[in-house]
C-alpha cells in the first residue's frame, strides 16, 4: 500500500513569490492534514480538512496561506507572498477514522527555503 | 491550549542499553497518545499509538505507556542498536481525528 505522497520534495523560491505544495493521502483516509514543522520542533498543525470540508483552520495563517482539498482526496497547500520566516518543513498527514485508533501517518515533507 | 515536553531533548547511550525517553503534557483529557520516530530530512514514521483507555503498547523493542491522569508517557526501548538513532517525538490527541500536539522530540544517538 503506498504511504502519503508529497511533492515537490524541495522547493527553494525568493521572498515574496507565490509556491504551492502538494499531497496524496493513502487511499481511503478521509482526514487530511497539513503541519508546519520548524527546525528543531515539533510539526504544528495548520489545517483539518474531514473528507473536502475543512473542520479546523485555526491556526493557519489566513492572510497569505490557503488551502484546498477538491473532491476530497488530494489536497494543495499554497502561500503567496512567501516570506523569509515561512522557510520550513510543510508536512502531509493522513488518517482513517476509527482505524488503527486513527493513527495518523506522515508523508516524507516538503522542504521550503525562502531566500 | 495542550503542552507537550520531552525529556531529555539529547541523549547518546552505548549500543545495547535499555533506555526510557519520557513525555508530559499538560491537558489529561486526551483520546489517543502516538509516539513516532524521525530521521533527518525524513517524514514521522509512527511507532506506538495508544488509546486513552489503554496502560500501554508493545511493538517490537518498544514498550510505551501511558498514565493519562497524572499526564505522563514514557517509552521503552530495550537492547538498543545504532539503527535506533532519531529524533522520538511524542503526541496527544485531543479527539478520534483532532490534530496532534508534538513536543519538541528527544533526539537519540546509539553509538555502536
Known amino acids: 500500500e503506498a504511504g502519503v505522497v508529497q511533492s515537490p520534495r524541495y522547493k527553494i523560491i525568493e521572498k515574496k513569490q507565490p509556491v504551492a505544495f502538494w499531497c496524496n493521502p493513502i487511499?481511503?483516509?478521509?482526514?487530511l492534514y497539513w503541519y508546519l514543522q520548524n527546525l528543531g520542533q515539533g510539526p504544528e498543525l495548520l489545517i483539518r480538512?474531514?473528507?473536502?470540508?475543512?473542520?479546523?483552520d485555526s491556526q493557519l495563517p489566513k492572510d497569505r496561506f490557503s488551502a484546498e482539498r477538491l473532491k476530497g482526496v488530494d489536497s494543495t497547500l499554497k502561500i503567496q507572498p512567501a516570506e523569509l520566516g515561512d522557510s520550513a518543513v510543510y508536512l502531509c498527514?493522513?488518517?482513517?477514522?476509527?482505524?488503527?485508533?486513527?493513527?495518523?501517518?506522515f508523508g516524507p515533507g516538503t522542504r521550503l527555503t525562502v531566500l | 491550549k495542550q503542552e507537550v515536553t520531552q525529556i531529555p531533548a539529547a541523549l547518546s547511550v552505548p549500543e545495547g542499553e535499555n533506555l526510557v525517553l519520557n513525555c508530559s503534557f499538560t491537558d489529561s483529557a486526551i483520546y489517543n497518545l502516538q509516539w513516532f520516530r524521525q530521521d533527518p530530512g525524513k517524514g514521522l514514521t509512527s511507532l506506538l499509538l495508544?488509546?486513552?483507555?489503554?496502560r500501554e503498547q508493545t511493538s517490537g523493542r518498544l514498550n510505551a505507556s501511558l498514565d493519562k491522569s497524572s499526564g505522563r508517557s514514557t517509552l521503552y526501548i530495550a537492547a538498543s542498536q545504532p539503527g535506533d538513532s532519531a529524533t522520538y517525538l511524542c503526541?496527544?490527541?485531543?479527539?478520534?481525528?483532532?490534530?496532534?500536539?508534538f513536543g519538541k522530540g528527544t533526539h537519540l544517538i546509539i553509538q555502536p
Open positions: 487511499s481511503g483516509h478521509n482526514t
Open positions: 498527514a493522513s488518517s482513517l477514522a476509527g482505524q488503527m485508533g486513527d493513527t495518523q501517518y
Open positions: 495508544i488509546q486513552s483507555s489503554q
Open positions: 503526541a496527544p490527541s485531543g479527539g478520534g481525528a483532532d490534530g496532534l500536539t
Open positions: 480538512y474531514e473528507n473536502e470540508e475543512a473542520v479546523d
